[in-house]
């Protein structure tokens, strides 16, 4: 059975950082296109990246120079960096695995900006 596991999500001030994970487990995560979505409250889940199993990465435009997506085939691990953070990233994000026919999530985990 696949399992996601996020963690590193918290409360951060306008400007700040943080560095997401997420741990795969139950299959051959290595083959497997990598994602990262998020859903603030009353929204929609929207995409925020994408990583391949060979490493090439996409972003949503708007994300692109502050969020770094990064993968670790060795410890089935997928990371997010996000950087100078902004109230409007808040959210909760969660970690997808791209498999047909369905994909599979994690958790989430609560990343809040406010000073």
């Known amino acids: 059975q696949v399992q996601l596991v996020e963690s590193g999500g918290g409360l951060v001030q306008p400007g700040g950082s943080l560095r997401l994970s997420c741990t795969a487990s139950?299959?051959?995560?290595?083959?497997?296109?990598m994602a990262w979505y998020r859903q603030a409250p009353g929204k929609q889940r929207d995409l925020v990246a994408i990583?391949?199993?060979?490493?090439?990465?996409n972003y949503v435009d708007s994300l692109e120079g502050r969020f770094t997506v990064s993968r670790d085939n060795t410890k089935n691990a997928v990371y997010l960096q996000m950087n100078s953070l902004k109230p409007e990233d808040t959210a909760v994000y969660y970690c997808?695995?791209?498999?047909?026919?369905?994909?599979?999530w994690g958790q989430g985990t609560q990343v809040t900006v406010s000073s």
């Open positions: 997808n695995l791209k498999r047909d026919p369905g994909d599979y």
């Open positions: 139950g299959t051959i995560f290595s083959i497997y296109t």
């Open positions: 990583i391949t199993s060979d490493g090439h990465t």
